[in-house]
């Protein structure tokens, strides 16, 4: 654990703890409580404040702290305000009678969530080698099912036994974790930064001059991304319109699903050295369409227990391996220098169309049924895959391409003693 992966895994996992207590725990809670699915579908629109972070993202690469480590400076500001905004959580133990104030809480944490991501995201950048991406990234997703096992699993397990409150505490209580982590991490020095703001931001363009970048961005994620993102919107209400109880929704999405997904991570970023980026969407795609098809019973009202669960543990490994992919070759196209911008601008086209789909999948499936958008969705995805592989084709490595617009010069950072990455994750 006292090593980059470790650091970056517990991060990414702090980091999902409440997010996946948002998107499917908070989903379940409020559905079981009469929500409707077009309230559903609103509460959605306020993860978009997640893919937009690339307009604040230059300014993490840009600022930061020497003394305390440039990215490990602002982690320690942004940690701490997840735990607090989650601690926001506990006046309100009704939340659907409370949409106002938890919607607006929830964003905050949404907005809290997306630019630590940032900063971890440049974190990576700078640590993994080229042959590490692979691994590295499937740590990354790997571990945001872990979070996403306790904040979307076991907090509605614990809120359905318990209460309100002690959900809260527990989502707290593990977010802070993360603090201490980033309180023993010790970041490496920087050797060079981009000189102002304005060579910070010109990197949200000068990236997209890299060789089959926009084709990638533009076609590929966001295809690959709607299809899977409208599908995995439509669960966690169908389980509950299906009879199912808050606590099994919670034992089974947030706990059962989770463990293949962890592996399928794991098992994705070891394949993608052996298999390549494209051998590794294409197996991710054809499990994407059979586990999609293998919900319509979920999705046409029937539900017994063995088949969905089975079902959906296909459907978030499959997902999982395909976001692997996704996020590898975006850190192919990240740059050192600019590693928190680059990543961020390269991964919200897609997460924008993810957040959108989920929104706009639940409200076509209140008028034209879970199944009709279950097919649209594998679609999606089927044309994700084969544009994927072309471009995998054309541009197998991205070809190496300088941090910023070259009119600013780079500014160098004052020598630093060498220092040894000690965390404890």
């Not at 196209?333 to 961020?344: N, W």
């Not at 499936?365 to 009709?372: F, N, Q």
Request: proline share 7%.
């Amino acid at each position: 654990m006292r090593s980059p992966l470790g650091t970056l895994s517990t991060l990414y996992v702090t980091q999902y703890l409440g997010i996946g207590f948002i998107t499917v725990g908070l989903t379940a809670i409020l559905r079981d409580g009469g929500t409707s699915l077009d309230t559903l579908a609103l509460l959605t629109f306020v993860g978009l404040i997640w893919p937009i972070k690339f307009l604040w993202a230059p300014l993490l690469d840009r600022f930061g702290s020497r003394s305390l480590g440039h990215y490990r400076s602002w982690l320690l500001v942004l940690q701490g305000g997840l735990v607090l905004a989650l601690l926001a959580l506990l006046p309100y133990p009704r939340p659907a009678g409370q949409l106002g104030p938890i919607v607006a809480i929830c964003a905050a944490y949404v907005l809290l969530s997306a630019t630590q991501d940032i900063a971890v995201d440049a974190v990576a950048v700078r640590v993994l080698s080229e042959r590490a991406r692979g691994v590295g990234n499937g740590v990354q997703v790997a571990a945001s099912y872990v979070g996403n096992l306790l904040g979307g699993g076991a907090c509605v397990v614990v809120y359905d036994r318990y209460g309100w409150v002690p959900a809260i505490l527990l989502l707290a209580g593990l977010t802070a974790v993360g603090l201490l982590v980033v309180w023993r991490f010790r970041e490496p020095p920087r050797a060079a930064r981009p000189a102002d703001a304005g060579q910070a931001y010109r990197a949200l363009w000068s990236v997209f001059g890299q060789p089959g970048c926009r084709w990638w961005t533009f076609g590929v994620v966001p295809l690959v991304y709607t299809g899977a993102g409208a599908a995995y919107a439509l669960v966690s209400p169908a389980l509950v319109d299906a009879g199912w109880s808050l606590e099994r929704i919670g034992l089974v999405t947030g706990v059962v699903t989770s463990v293949p997904a962890v592996v399928a991570g794991l098992a994705a970023g070891a394949l993608v050295g052996r298999l390549g980026r494209a051998g590794v969407l294409v197996a991710a795609g054809v499990a994407l369409a059979a586990s999609t098809a293998a919900l319509l019973p979920l999705l046409t009202g029937h539900a017994p227990l063995a088949p969905t669960v089975l079902a959906l543990s296909a459907f978030m490994a499959a997902y999982t391996a395909a976001n692997v992919v996704l996020y590898t070759v975006n850190m192919d196209y990240s740059r050192p220098g600019t590693g928190g911008t680059d990543f961020t601008v390269l991964s919200s086209f897609g997460l924008v169309c993810s957040f959108a789909a989920a929104s706009v999948g639940l409200a076509a499936a209140d008028r034209v049924g879970y199944p009709a958008v279950a097919v649209g969705s594998v679609v999606l995805v089927a044309a994700g895959v084969a544009v994927g592989v072309a471009h995998q084709r054309r541009h197998p490595r991205p070809a190496p391409a300088p941090v910023a617009a070259p009119a600013a010069p780079v500014a160098p950072v004052a020598p630093v003693a060498p220092t040894t990455v000690r965390t404890r994750p």
